[in-house]
């Protein structure tokens, strides 16, 4: 199965600060790049996501950079809030399915 | 609006037992479906997913089966659990194919196997 490469495995970061995480890609044939939040013991929930043709898109806090060059995208959480402590999952997919990263969780500390 | 229900919640199964977990979905038509298995402090994997109704691709070879009797119905079943089948199932639906393609997940099925 094709993999998509996600880091860090945790983070920990201060309230306020800015969490910050990565993914790599192998295969290009994928036009869709989407990020999931989940809670513990809940499904994963749609957060934000993006196509390749846009380098940057941004709603609230939220925040993902693609750089197809480099087949990297991350996702950038400013201001950073308890309440944003989760498990975040990048996907990348086209058709009918999406591969999944292998989760950053992010504990956020006031 | 649309729904997504899968039960048990939590299950705990000796080894060698079978398995049957269901899923369904409300309030849309000809959704596509999946199976994901979420193992402790790991990703998801997906291991099943189905366009249609008895159209079914596996993406991981193992002792598991999924079927689709009806449109809105995804069952994941087992002859045989097996130790490493523990872990969180995860049922969810899209609808419409290419870009943008949103998935909805469920609550999930906390499986035990001992």
């Known amino acids: 199965q094709q993999q998509v490469k996600q880091s860090p495995q945790s983070l920990i970061v201060q309230k306020g600060g800015i969490s910050i995480i990565n993914c790599a890609y192998e295969?290009?044939?994928?036009?869709?790049f989407p990020w999931y939040q989940q809670f513990p013991g809940k499904g994963p929930a749609l957060l934000i996501a993006?196509?390749?043709?846009?380098s940057e898109k941004k709603e609230g806090r939220f925040t993902i950079s693609f750089n197809k060059s480099a087949k990297q995208f991350s996702l950038h959480i400013m201001d950073s809030q308890p309440g944003d402590s989760a498990t975040y999952f990048c996907a990348r997919g086209n058709t009918d399915k999406l591969i999944f990263g292998t989760g950053t969780r992010l504990q956020v500390f006031p | 609006s649309q729904t997504i229900h899968q039960w048990p919640a939590t299950l705990v199964q000796p080894v060698g037992s079978p398995l049957s977990l269901e899923c369904t979905v409300e309030?849309?038509?000809?959704?596509?479906l999946y199976w994901y298995r979420q193992a402790a402090g790991r990703g998801l994997q997906l291991l099943f997913y189905s366009v249609g109704i008895g159209q079914i691709s596996s993406e991981v070879p193992q002792n598991l089966s999924a079927s689709r009797p009806q449109d809105r119905q995804f069952i994941l079943s087992s002859k045989k659990l097996l130790l490493s089948d523990s872990g969180f199932y995860l049922c969810a639906w899209s609808v419409g194919t290419g870009s943008l393609e949103t998935q909805y997940f469920g609550p999930g099925t906390r499986l035990l196997v001992l």
């Open positions: 309030g849309t038509s000809n959704p596509n």
């Open positions: 993006i196509r390749p043709d846009v």
């Open positions: 295969n290009t044939a994928f036009d869709y």
